[in-house]
């Protein structure tokens, strides 16, 4: 199982834990569609019915959006979001998130943002309380502070001991983990180590117990530590967008994240980028975006589908657009394309909506997004390639199927 099918089984087991709820096909997509609608990362299942149920009482649009994004980030057992959020590679988490506001046409957007965990709501506050779209790292936290966000290390003990695991194993050619004095140190085997993530069921069982009595002597409690070393061998990305559209037809979108598990410090993705992690118009729809970051970029993908949108295409087929100008970015070179990965959720403003994916997944986790329209529900996603990405970094062994 590689980190992405891994990360998606967690999401998807807690999820179906919290609601009950299975995977099904993505709907048929009617003639007229149910309104509203909330679609979201199949993570956002916590927050759904309160969030639909706030569309249901005439609430704004936004606010519902935001509530699905809060309750992630406030949740410190969700390492890819606010609190809890797996740090960047010198163990500080840093958040990044946008929002937009179909109704007034407005958009806000915070990057690089430590110490504040709600970080959605903090891009609303930029929105509506400064005349500009985007601020990021310590202009941003100021900013927080005279907003009255109070300030948190959002570091928790078990994602610090992630990452502590994660800095202690990832290389035997620095001065992490236990150093030469230390009277069980030993020699590298190999020199130097590679950081590639094993692919045999075998070289992953080895790389396992490498880690394990590491995380013991770290305190990470027994129950916890599979999970954890899982998270050293394949960092989660995280990241959850949520699109709604009430009765009324009013649209908003917004994307939080803790980013890339070891980024660089100062790091931005996708997830701040107005047009790339989250687009909304309020004529056409909304859309965000999960995944490689710095591919969606590219493309301004959340941008690129409204517009695909616009022009008439349906959901499916914009998002899929979206999708191949990923892959013509890469020459739709496979063995480039494996290693990416790409999750579009697309809301139209009748209520039309699709999520869509560069990889379809296993048949055991396939892709999938949340969907609320009166009944929540995991539906899978379209997809443009059969089977599974490949996880950075790289090994420099290609599955056969990708040959
Ligand atoms: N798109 C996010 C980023 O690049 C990561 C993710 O979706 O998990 O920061």
Redesign the pocket.
Known sequence: MNRRDFLATTALTSAAVATGIVTMAMTEQPATYKRPVIICKATGVQGMDAAYDMLRNGQDTLDAVLHVCKVQEDDPNDD?VGLGGLPNEDGVVEL?ACCMHGPTRRAGSVGGVRNIKNVGLLAKAVMEHTGHVMLVAEGAERFATAMGFSKENLLTERSRKIWLLWKETHSDKDWWGPGVADPNWKPPVQAPRSRSVPQSGKDLEARIRDLEPVAAELGIEPEFRREAIYRVLFP????IHVSAVNEKGEMSGATT?S??AW?LAGRL???PIIGA?CYTDQDVGSAG??????E?IKVAGAHTIVENMRKGMPPKEAGMDALQRIAHNHNNDMAHLRYLDMVYYILRKDGAYAGVALWGGSAEHPRSFAVHDGTKRVEKCAYLFEGTSIDWPPTPRLPETAK
């Not at 989660?236 to 990241?239: D, H």
């Not at 975006?289 to 710095?294: D, K, L, P, Q, W």
């Open positions: 890819s990044d989660p990305t995280g990241t994240t980013g890339l980024k993705g996708d997830s992690g975006a999960t995944g490689s970051g710095e969606n």
